[in-house]
């Protein structure tokens, strides 16, 4: 018989709302204390952003594979992501800091950029991948408003220092592709992961 939950392996709250918006029932499974769970973030030298981020989601699952398995938790399949933002072929992580947030940010100012979000599903021997490629032309941005933006704190944690879904929702000019895919999780991509290990979505 089918589970009817999945384990998250992830720490966005964004994906959580977003599945609960799907309706599915889902644990979180968290790399642990001595998991080097950045480092799997690492870009390699002259990779393309599309590459990267399948890379990364992939290595993320064969984690949480293993982080599931050596736990003894109950089986049940499990759903990682990872979202990056890139500008040509320069991938754009998570801020440093509040000056390279206002590089990035900058960088973005009046310009057209995508976003790839790569999900990855494993259940049983069985794993299935999906990617959302996602364009988004943003307004330009005067340096007031980035500053106010960076001090509101919302730019951190965030690949390319900005949630489409927060403050700056009204300067993104407008986007082709998905939304849910910018926010972190492309929805469609998701469900039909899920419907394929034999979730009701």
Known sequence: MAADFIYLASQSPRRRQLLDQLGVRHELLLPDADEDAEALEDVLPGEAPRDYVQRVTALKLKAALRRLKRRGLPAAPVLCADTTVALGR????????GEDAARMLGGLSGRAHRVHTAVALGWGR????????SRVWMDTLAPAVIARYIAGGEPFGKAGAYAIQGALAG???????????IMGLPLFE????????????
Not at 171 to 181: E, F, M, W
Not at 190 to 201: C, D, K, M, N, Y
């Open 90 to 97: 320069r991938i754009l992580g998570k801020p440093a800091d």
């Open 126 to 133: 069985r794993q299935a991948a999906a990617l959302s490629d």
């Open 171 to 181: 300067r993104i000019a407008r986007i082709d592709g998905s939304y849910t895919g």
């Open 190 to 201: 998701t469900a039909g992961l899920l419907r394929q290990a034999g979730l009701t979505v």
